[in-house]
């Protein structure tokens, strides 16, 4: 199993920026991937970013492309979310999810999650 932990989620004016971090323990994995999902009340959760775990390749939803960042150290099992100019529109909570297989955008295409962490953007 692999367990995920969430952290850095926190209250910022717009225009600001946290730095999300996701640690994983448990059992390795290969030829996957990890992503970054969020989910506002009464809203579906939505794709943020992923990366490919060896080969580090990034993908961003369109809504924040040019804004997030997403990283990772595979040496320390560690993902990172460097999100600048935030917007209230960020307001979510923000899950770190593990992907087995192929890189994917939909949730039902990861195996393992985290509990989340709080991201309030204000006005």
């Known amino acids: 199993q692999v367990q995920l932990v969430e952290s850095g989620g926190g209250l910022v004016q717009a225009g600001g920026s946290l730095r999300l971090t996701c640690t994983a323990s448990?059992?390795?994995?290969?030829?996957?991937?990890m992503g970054w999902f969020r989910q506002a009340p009464g809203k579906e959760r939505e794709f943020v970013a992923a990366?490919?775990?060896?080969?580090?390749?990034?993908y961003y939803a369109d809504f924040v492309k040019g804004r997030f960042t997403i990283s990772r150290v595979n040496t320390q099992n560690t993902l990172y979310l460097q999100m600048n100019n935030l917007k209230p529109e960020d307001t979510a909570v923000y899950y770190c999810?593990?992907?087995?297989?192929?890189?994917?955008?939909?949730?039902?295409?990861?195996?393992?999650w985290g509990q989340g962490t709080q991201v309030t953007v204000s006005s």
């Open positions: 999810a593990a992907s087995l297989s192929a890189l994917a955008s939909r949730p039902d295409r990861y195996d393992f």
């Open positions: 448990g059992r390795t994995f290969s030829g996957g991937g």
């Open positions: 990366i490919n775990w060896i080969a580090g390749n990034s």
